[in-house]
């Protein structure tokens, strides 16, 4: 029996602007979302925006200075923050 292995794609780079985030995959693509999604995100300044980590192989984003962890997973599913869904 065979079985179907999905290979998810992987964080390379991250811009942030105010109005987006926008996360560069390994295989090309990019994913934008609003950064209104990431409350921690929307409310930090350009320099914490841009003192982020690629964790792992590329599995997720992490902004030490404002504590926000965000999954490749989790953007490709369309989910923002649960502090975004808690407004």
């Not at 991250?14 to 995100?41: A, K």
């Not at 404002?66 to 953007?75: A, C, R, T």
């Amino acid at each position: 029996m065979n079985s179907l292995a999905v290979e998810l794609p992987r964080a390379c780079a991250v811009n942030c602007t105010d109005q987006e985030l926008i996360v560069f995959l390994t295989d090309g693509r990019h994913i934008s979302v609003p950064i209104v999604w990431f409350p921690r995100l929307a409310k930090a300044d350009a320099k914490q925006r841009a003192d982020f980590e690629i964790l792992g192989d590329g599995e997720g984003v992490y902004w030490p200075q404002i504590d926000e962890d965000i999954s490749v997973f989790g953007l490709i599913a369309g989910k923002p923050s649960i502090e975004f869904n808690a407004i």
